[in-house]
T-cell receptor, first 114, second 112 residues
């Protein structure tokens, strides 16, 4: 079965600190893409960052970066200098060339403490 | 720029009733998806489509049907609603598996 697993249902961090959200996935395909999406209380899904599996370099977007470990099938999200607006549900997801579908993990609820 | 629009945004159904959720996108995307979101379960794929006239089953297709008669529209049908189908439903679309998907605002469905 092709799955995405987020083992941390909830995380909290102090404002301005750094937090890392974990994600592991399982696939036998070599061509795939990994994503982190953010869902604030408004319910709107927003892309945070994207990683191509064939690239060894970790993707970064301002305060957001990933630690992509292909052999370990791990794709964690690091948020630096956490801000109150970062409070949301975060979903890890992957899409596969063969299956042609986008599969999500269970989500991690991130709380930012002022 | 409408993006992905879902209709309706809220609905209450009685057990056994039927309904259709409409998803419309104006970005000329090939791929469209229907997900349901339940607490602790994340987003689970119900059905998806990789082009006009095509549909495929996702992880939780039972009790749902879909149609993609026009490229811009993806319909999700519930023939006989059950309380287990109480959920928030999201539609999404994309140009393909390599790029990000764009989501609608969701439909909160309650079956009583």
């Amino acid at each position: 079965a092709q799955t995405v697993t987020q083992s941390q249902p909830e995380m909290s961090v102090q404002e301005a600190e750094t937090v890392t959200l974990s994600c592991t996935y399982d696939t036998s395909e070599s061509d795939y893409y990994l994503f982190w999406y953010k869902q604030p209380p408004s319910r709107q899904m927003i892309l945070v960052i994207r990683q191509e599996a064939y690239k060894q370099q970790n993707a970064t977007e301002n305060r957001f970066s990933v630690n992509f470990q292909k052999a370990a099938k791990s794709f964690s999200l690091k948020i630096s200098d956490s801000q109150l607006g970062d409070a949301a549900m975060y979903f890890c997801a992957y899409s596969l060339q063969g299956a042609q579908k986008l599969v999500f993990g269970q989500g991690t609820r991130l709380t930012i403490n002022p | 720029n409408a993006g992905v629009t879902q209709t309706p945004k809220f609905r209450v159904l009685k057990t056994g009733q039927s309904m259709t959720l409409l998803c419309a996108q104006d970005m000329n995307h090939e791929y469209m998806y229907w997900y349901r979101q339940d607490p602790g379960m994340g987003l689970r794929l119900i059905h998806y489509s990789v082009g006009e006239g095509t549909t495929a089953k996702g992880e939780v297709p039972d009790g749902y049907n879909v149609s993609r008669l026009k490229k811009q529209n993806f319909l999700l049908g519930l023939e006989s609603a059950a309380p287990s189908q109480t959920s928030v439903y999201f539609c999404a679309s994309s140009f393909g598996y390599r790029v990000e998907a764009f989501f609608g605002q969701g439909t909160r469905l309650t079956v009583v």
